[in-house]
Nanobody
Framework: VQLQASGGGLVQAGGSLRLSCAAS????????MGWFRQAPGKEREFVAV????????WYADSVKGRFTISRDNAKNTVYLQMNSLKPEDTAVYYC???????????????WGQGTLVTVSS
């Protein structure tokens, strides 16, 4: 499966962005999906995960209450709604597919290319 993230850009602190991750090659309806990010000079970190049905989600403490992960299996797409953005949210954001428990451990079967989010102060 190929994953393509989009929707990044430059936004002021306090603003919002919605990232999309479109899958192709096969359906992701049976896969859990996750978002990760990597800031300059830092390691890649987990952001959010959603189960195949959308029933279960989990977030990193740093984004809890501000970010929302969702999915539309009919469109083979996963989203990350980011509100109340902070400068420390600046990073390249990646989507990934795999098992729910694996995503929480940063172990994914498929990775997409990233999309850059820059939050200015």
């Amino acid at each position: 499966v190929q994953l393509q993230a989009s929707g990044g850009g430059l936004v002021q602190a306090g603003g919002s962005l919605r990232l999309s991750c479109a899958a192709s090659g096969r359906s992701i309806s049976t896969s859990s999906m996750g978002w990760f990010r990597q800031a300059p000079g830092k390691e890649r970190e987990f952001v959010a995960v959603i189960s195949w049905s959308g029933t279960n989600t989990w977030y990193a403490d740093s984004v809890k209450g501000r970010f929302t992960i969702s999915r539309d299996n009919a469109k083979n797409t996963v989203y990350l709604q980011m509100n109340s953005l902070k400068p420390e949210d600046t990073a390249v954001y990646y989507c990934a597919a795999g098992r729910y428990s694996g995503i929480l451990r940063n172990e994914c079967d498929y990775w997409g290319q990233g999309t850059l989010v820059t939050v200015s102060s």
